[in-house]
């Protein structure tokens, strides 16, 4: 895959991954290759230890591949050194866990601020943004509480507009709604798919939760290492 089809954010070319400790080799994944569309709203599921969240690391460059290329704007930044990964992932992804991972010390508003401050935005401009973006996930009122003051939904809501407040091109999500009650889970999907339509960027959500994944436009189903050509 030479060139990157111009309708694609992201191009996963024949990614293969394997760990090895000692003498011990574990195949994960097995040649896998998709095109994430541009603004696309797609759900990747599969059973534990399908190899779903280590593609999902590897999109996001926080894991390299055994072999195969991950190709961003015709660029394979999956070759690329730690410290142009780092800046790619800071300006042109946005990410979002099954644990919020929000600094506990921080507010809501600091947390959100966080990408901002690191991609060098100035202090002001960082905080009108994280203060837009906290409004817009339904947080106006929560902007000054700590993590430890936030309900689960609302820690999650936090962690989403952190991971848009850089204005990202592609969003991954590896089991957003994971730790929460159903209520809540339902609230989180809700605000994905509004923000979606909005924004226009692309989302890719990582599930087991086949009935979550039916809420999106299209999904891929990985199993053993592999994308199962199979629908939902």
């Known amino acids: 895959m030479s060139e990157m089809n111009a309708a694609a954010v992201m191009e996963l070319s024949d990614i293969r991954k394997t760990y090895r400790e000692g003498k011990l080799s574990t195949e994960v994944l ?3 290759s998709l095109s ?3 603004g696309a709203l797609m759900a990747l599921v599969g059973a534990s230890g399908s190899g779903k969240s280590t593609l999902l ?3 996001g460059t926080l894991d390299r591949p055994t072999s195969g290329d991950v190709i961003f704007e015709g660029e394979k930044v999956s070759s690329w050194g730690e410290s142009r990964q780092a800046e790619f992932r800071n ?6 866990y099954q644990f919020h991972h929000l600094l506990r010390e921080f507010t809501a508003l600091e947390n959100v601020m966080m990408p901002e401050i690191i991609s060098g935005t100035p202090m002001a401009e960082a ?5 837009a973006m906290l409004e817009r996930v339904g947080l106006k009122d929560r902007m000054d509480h700590r993590p430890s003051e936030l309900s689960g939904g609302e820690r999650q809501r936090t962690a989403i507009a952190r991971a848009l407040v850089n204005s990202p091109e592609l969003v991954l999500a590896d089991e957003p709604t994971g730790n929460l009650d159903f209520r809540a889970a339902g609230s989180v999907m809700d605000l994905i798919e509004e923000l979606h339509e909005s924004l226009g960027m692309a989302f890719v959500v990582v599930t087991h939760d086949r009935e979550l994944a039916k809420r999106l436009p299209s999904a891929i189903t990985i199993r053993d290492g592999k994308v199962a050509e199979e629908s939902l």
């Open 36 to 38: 994430i569309p541009k």
């Open 30 to 32: 097995k040649g896998v």
């Open 57 to 59: 690391h590897i999109m």
């Open 91 to 96: 300006r042109k992804l946005g990410f979002v």
């Open 127 to 131: 905080r009108e943004r994280a203060a």
